[in-house]
């Protein structure tokens, strides 16, 4: 059964430094997406991203956020410059067009800021 | 402001019983409910979507909706130590994009 992948399961970094997330969608999907959950609390949107651009963004995802399909299979998430608030579980996940809008989550990253 | 209010929890059931778990949210738009589940340290899974009014089962698993009511529920019959775990009730927006409650935490007592 197909399955959203994403690299590395674990980051650490250090606070000011850029980080890219990386994730690979389900082959067949065509909206995908990147939720944050800091520990302990609720899994949060950060963005959605269809047909090559951005269809919605949280609050959450101020300019220090930005994503990219840089070829058919991969989509990623960069923080520009992390700060230890970003520390949180990465989660992608990806549906299909014109589905039920099911949405499939991948491992996940944990970044660490510190 | 979108809500999606779960009973944190932590529910305790013992192993064979019915799990009984609870969800309301406050956009009367909202159509579409999903109920995941996630395991500590791990990424939610989906168990259940439904749409209608009514009641959807899926083996052991059953979804309730009242939109009238602005209320989910999931039933787990039969509930088995592997089903301790936190569900998460989430609701799809306008925008496409899940806005999920804080979890219900389940222990299934063998």
């Known amino acids: 059964e197909p399955e959203v992948t994403q690299t590395p399961s674990h980051q650490v970094t250090q606070m000011g430094q850029e980080v890219i997330l990386r994730c690979v969608p389900i082959s067949n999907h065509l909206y995908f997406y990147w939720y944050r959950q800091i520990l302990g609390q609720k899994v949060e949107f950060l963005v959605s991203?269809?047909?090559?651009?951005?269809?919605?963004k949280s609050e959450i995802f101020d300019d220090q956020f930005s994503v990219e399909r840089p070829d058919g299979s991969n989509f990623t998430l960069k923080i520009r410059s992390t700060k230890l608030e970003d520390s949180a579980m990465y989660f992608c996940?990806?549906?299909?067009?014109?589905?039920?809008?099911?949405?499939?989550f991948g491992p996940g990253t944990r970044l660490t800021v510190t | 402001q979108k809500e999606v209010e779960q009973n944190s929890g932590p529910l305790s059931v013992p192993e064979g019983a019915i799990a009984s778990l609870n969800c309301t949210y406050s956009?009367?738009?909202?159509?579409?409910f999903f109920w995941y589940r996630q395991y500590s340290g791990k990424s939610p899974e989906l168990i259940m979507s439904i749409y209608s009014n009514g009641d959807k089962e899926d083996g052991r698993f059953t979804a309730q909706l009242n939109k009238a009511s602005q209320y989910v529920s999931l039933l787990i019959r039969d509930s088995q130590p592997s089903d301790s775990a936190t569900y998460l009730c989430a609701v799809l927006t306008g925008a496409n994009n899940l806005f999920f409650g804080t979890g219900t935490r389940l222990t299934v007592i063998p």
């Open positions: 996940a990806s549906t299909r067009q014109g589905s039920s809008y099911e949405q499939y």
């Open positions: 956009d009367r738009g909202s159509q579409s």
């Open positions: 991203f269809y047909n090559n651009e951005i269809s919605e």
